[in-house]
């Protein structure tokens, strides 16, 4: 009886070793889309602080060269100037989409607002703005020295470009001019 359970027990080992070599493929390719995972985040933050140094190294070096009169600007301090205004121009387009993003995110209240002047409800966006800044570019958030009133401004200047079109069509059909249609 010792030998037929022995051989039962051999059996069914092999009948269930293909079941366990698929649960261990499985589990093999689970911790290497968790590696992936955790390599990939890593990378992401060693790019992301190299470079917010290389972003404050430039800054601080344009500051230098912004200070010495044009005549002793080196070609170095040209180029920090340079980088400096370039950088600017991204961190610029990136409010411009953030700011973007807010307002077409809340269409909802813009829309229950639409008969206020724009600066009167950029007031409402204001958090909103701040929030998302603080989670898609924390290092963005950190290093503009941004007022409430300049993201207020700026805020309006998107709800005049979201509204401007139709409060326009409106102004110009109701002044008789035929063929008008809002434009984006």
């Not at 950029?122 to 800044?133: C, E, Q, S, W, Y």
């Not at 207020?152 to 200047?157: F, G």
């Amino acid at each position: 009886m010792t030998k037929i359970k022995a051989f039962f027990a051999v059996a069914l080992m092999f009948a269930l070793m293909p079941f366990a070599a698929l649960a261990a493929g499985t589990i093999e390719m689970a911790l290497a889309n968790a590696q992936g995972a955790i390599a990939g985040t890593i990378a992401a933050g060693i790019v992301g602080a190299a470079f917010g140094l290389v972003a404050a190294r430039i800054d601080a070096r344009s500051k230098l060269a912004l200070a010495k009169t044009p005549a002793e600007r080196t070609l170095t301090d040209k180029l920090a100037i340079e980088a400096d205004r370039r950088l600017d121009a991204i961190d610029r387009d990136h409010l411009e989409k953030i700011i973007a993003n807010v307002l077409t995110a809340n269409m909802d209240k813009l829309a229950a607002n639409v008969g206020l002047p724009p600066k009167a409800a950029a007031d409402l966006f204001v958090d909103d703005f701040f929030a998302a800044l603080d989670a898609r570019n924390p290092g963005l958030a950190k290093r503009l020295p941004i007022k409430t009133q300049d993201v207020k401004d700026l805020i309006a200047a998107g709800i005049g470009r979201i509204t401007a079109p139709d409060l326009l069509a409106e102004a110009l059909t109701k002044a008789g001019v035929p063929g008008v249609r809002a434009q984006f």
